[in-house]
């Protein structure tokens, strides 16, 4: 059975860092391509970063390019998202999943980040 727990979001005030943790279960971990999304206010949920567990490579939407590392431990089976230089466009609801989950797959309850100016 799958199960995603986010954590980690909060409030911060433009320019600050958050970190979040997924903890998966349910989930071949070492071997999938593991990916963050995120859904703001009014808007659809879009992929943020994505790594590929066994080769460790990345991808990031040009949006958070150079300001967000995605990485994850194998032996915990956890995903992290380090978030720098935060912008209020970033506040949103954080979830983790696979590559190219989709609506009908199983989601976490995601954890809430909000950019104050």
């Known amino acids: 059975q799958v199960q995603l727990v986010e954590s980690g979001g909060g409030l911060v005030q433009s320019g600050g860092s958050l970190r979040l943790s997924c903890a998966a279960s349910g989930i071949p971990f070492s071997i999938s391509t593991m990916a963050w999304y995120r859904q703001g206010p009014g808007k659809e949920r879009e992929l943020v970063a994505h790594i590929t567990r066994s080769d460790e490579a990345t991808y990031y939407a040009d949006s958070v390019k150079g300001r967000f590392t995605i990485s994850g431990d194998n032996a915990k089976n956890t995903l992290y998202l380090q978030m720098n230089s935060l912008k209020p466009a970033d506040t949103a609801v954080y979830y983790c999943?696979?590559?190219?989950?989709?609506?009908?797959?199983?989601w976490g309850q995601g954890t809430q980040v909000t950019v104050s100016s």
């Open positions: 999943n696979k590559r190219f989950a989709s609506t009908y797959d199983y």
